[in-house]
């Protein structure tokens, strides 16, 4: 398989305690992958492991060719790998605007302290700046809030930004821990569209976290399920969800089985 990323044979131990213990499977180039499986499974470490918040004690990551297992979180947003995360991460003081606009950092080119010293070019600079994140704001639809702090924001709304900020950062890679946690219906519908979007329009690769199965299956071109630290099934959204190990790990029970 052609891939944009792999994860080859992760192990992760915190002081005793295996979070990861063999986890491998690649992304293509235009897939969004599922990660899947009940709390504690080992999701959010095989992200933060993808991005350089942790690093392995034993595996590799492979990314657009080159193993990227030792390089800092920083070398790899630069690269294109942008990330949400499961508790929400914005500045709560600041507006949407700024928020995202700190998602800019990586990509401008003469730097902040830059943009207070000079004038002439700092100021073309934030113009250039302020107009991708403009873009960013009306494509997630959020105008009305951008001079609003994040603190003042219904939750569903702060998510979107903390999606606009993975975006101004002008991912190659996007990886979403549990976007739609704690949203209503209307705004799980409202996230599924612009990752739909980012999908088909931009063509850009997702790894996606996510509890509610519906929004599982309709988004997701593959699936990887994980328990205690491990792969424990992997395939399309329909075969996974038939595989009585799933089953098993999610409900703590046997389907289908004429036992007992
Ligand atoms: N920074 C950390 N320090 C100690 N234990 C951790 C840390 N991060 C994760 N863990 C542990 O690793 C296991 C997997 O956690 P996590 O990756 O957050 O699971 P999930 O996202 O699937 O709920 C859990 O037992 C968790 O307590
Ligand atoms: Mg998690």
Not at 174 to 188: H, N, Q, R, W, Y
Not at 204 to 233: F, N, Q, S, T, W
């Amino acid at each position: 398989m052609d891939f944009i990323l792999r994860a080859q044979d992760l192990h992760l131990s915190f002081h005793g305690i295996q979070a990861l213990a063999g986890v491998s499977f690649d992304l293509s180039p235009h897939e969004i992958l599922g990660i899947i499986g009940p709390n504690g499974a080992g999701k959010t470490s095989v992200l933060n492991c993808i991005n350089g918040f942790y690093h392995p004690q034993h595996g590799r990551i492979v990314y657009a060719g080159q193993e990227i297992s030792f390089w800092p979180p920083h070398r790899r947003a630069q690269l294109g790998i942008a990330r949400t995360f499961q508790n929400i991460a914005l500045y709560p003081g600041m507006t949407v605007l700024d928020n995202i606009m700190t998602g800019r950092v990586i990509r401008m080119r003469a730097g902040v302290l830059a943009c207070s010293v000079y004038a002439g070019p700092a100021h073309r600079e934030h113009v250039t700046q302020r107009a991708i994140v403009e873009d960013i704001i009306d494509f997630l639809e959020i105008e009305e809030a951008r001079h609003h702090r994040v603190a003042d924001l219904p939750y569903g709304l702060q998510k979107k930004v903390e999606l606009g900020r993975a975006l101004a950062m002008e991912p190659r890679l996007l990886i979403l821990d549990e976007p739609m946690a704690g949203m209503s219906l209307d705004e799980k519908m409202d996230m599924a569209r612009y990752i739909l979007e980012l999908k088909e329009v931009r063509h850009l690769p997702m790894i996606l976290i996510e509890h509610d199965m519906g929004v599982v299956m309709d988004l997701c071109d593959r699936i990887v399920v994980m328990d205690y630290g491990k792969v424990i099934a992997e395939g399309p959204p329909v075969s996974v969800q038939r595989n009585p190990d799933v089953i098993r790990a999610y409900i703590g029970q046997e389907v289908g089985t004429t036992q007992g």
